[in-house]
């Protein structure tokens, strides 16, 4: 069992970055994909990156497209995603997630944390 729990997120203005953590316990990370995805509100759960296991490999959706980036430190059982450039349209709670497939389906991960809220003003 993988617990995951978030922290940096908060109030940004339009412009700003931010760098979100996502550490792990309880599994052994670094046989992980790791997956960022954010909800806002009264919208579905929307796919954000993904890095594989051994942190060769990511992806992004294109709305973040070189803006984030998302990385991990294997040694630290921690994923991060620094978001630069943040838009209004970014706010939205970030969910960071943990499993053996990887891709942009929530369905591939098996374990969740429980979101840190992001909000970026005009």
């Known amino acids: 069992q993988v617990q995951l729990v978030e922290s940096g997120g908060g109030l940004v203005r339009a412009g700003g970055s931010l760098r979100l953590s996502c550490a792990a316990s309880?599994?052994?990370?670094?046989?992980?994909?790791m997956g960022w995805f954010r909800q806002a509100p009264g919208k579905e759960r929307e796919f954000v990156s993904t890095?594989?296991?051994?942190?060769?490999?990511?992806s992004y959706a294109e709305s973040v497209k070189g803006r984030f980036t998302i990385s991990r430190d294997n040694a630290r059982s921690t994923v991060y995603l620094q978001m630069n450039s943040l838009k209004p349209e970014d706010t939205a709670v970030y969910y960071c997630?943990?499993?053996?497939?990887?891709?942009?389906?929530?369905?591939?991960?098996?374990?969740w944390g429980q979101g840190t809220q992001v909000t970026v003003s005009s």
């Open positions: 890095i594989t296991w051994s942190g060769t490999s990511t």
């Open positions: 309880g599994g052994t990370f670094s046989t992980y994909n």
């Open positions: 997630a943990a499993g053996h497939l990887v891709g942009s389906n929530p369905k591939f991960y098996a374990y």
